[in-house]
Antibody, heavy 124, light 107 residues
Framework: QLQLQESGPGLVKPSETLSLTCTVS??????????WDWIRQPPGKGLEWIGN???????HYNPSLKSRVTISVDTSKNQFSLKLTSVTAADTAVYYC????????????????WGRGTLVTVSS | EIVMTQSPAALSVSPGERATLSCRAS??????LAWYQHKSGQAPRLLIY???TRATGIPAKFSGSGSGTDFTLTISSLQSEDFAVYYC?????????FGQGTKVEIK
């Protein structure tokens, strides 16, 4: 059974870079059949897809965040990471990592495994 | 981007009754729709994909229907463990988008 676990600082200052890591267990992150995704949920609001990576490095990003987001993979640790630059209070959210089982490599799909999420607060 | 609209925002249901949740897409998404159950502090759980296919391990009490722009999730005979927030998600086009959720509460 695949398991995902988010980790990273719970507090980030405005204008700085938010960095999170998702550790994958029960499967290999270098599997060609998976997208590795980041999704977030601001307090009291809905879910927002941030972006994903398809090993070894093909990425898709939400246009609303594309200029500030980088998603990368570390196969040696079986992890993938999110970096979001120039954060503001609007980036305060619970951040989830998830997996998409890829059927057609150029199209999105459903998220079949999720982490529990980690709250990141942007505040000075 | 495709906007997903869920209704109602909240639904009060007595245990043992059926709940019907709706999700509407701003344009046709064919059957590229998934439903998730989310309980506070837990990982969201995939219930339905392809609009009507139950995910692995999901009981038959959960059923999905619809295609194009209008979709429904039906939960029959609600039990205590079914009270949660339910989200729809379209994966027809990038960026993938979610509905705002329907909170199913105990009446």
């Amino acid at each position: 059974q695949l398991q995902l676990q988010e980790s990273g600082p719970g507090l980030v200052k405005p204008s700085e870079t938010l960095s999170l890591t998702c550790t994958v267990s029960g499967g290999s992150i270098s599997s060609r059949g998976s997208y590795w995704d980041w999704i977030r949920q601001p307090p009291g609001k809905g879910l927002e897809w941030i972006g994903n990576i398809f090993y070894p490095g093909s990425t898709h990003y939400n246009p609303s965040l594309k200029s500030r987001v980088t998603i990368s993979v570390d196969t040696s640790k079986n992890q993938f990471s999110l970096k979001l630059t120039s954060v503001t209070a609007a980036d305060t959210a619970v951040y989830y990592c998830a997996r998409t089982l890829v059927v057609i490599p150029t199209t999105p799909g459903e998220f079949d495994f999720w982490g529990r999420g980690t709250l990141v607060t942007v505040s000075s | 981007e495709i906007v997903m609209t869920q209704s109602p925002a909240a639904l009060s249901v007595s245990p043992g009754e059926r709940a019907t949740l709706s999700c509407r897409a701003s344009q046709s998404i064919r059957n590229a729709l998934a439903w998730y159950q989310h309980k506070s502090g837990q990982a969201p759980r995939l219930l339905i994909y392809g609009a009507s296919t139950r995910a692995t391990g999901i009981p038959a009490k959960f059923s999905g229907s619809g295609s194009g722009t209008d979709f429904t999730l039906t939960i029959s005979s609600l039990q205590s463990e079914d009270f949660a927030v339910y989200y729809c998600h379209q994966y027809k086009d990038w960026p993938q988008t979610f509905g705002q959720g329907t909170k199913v509460e105990i009446k």
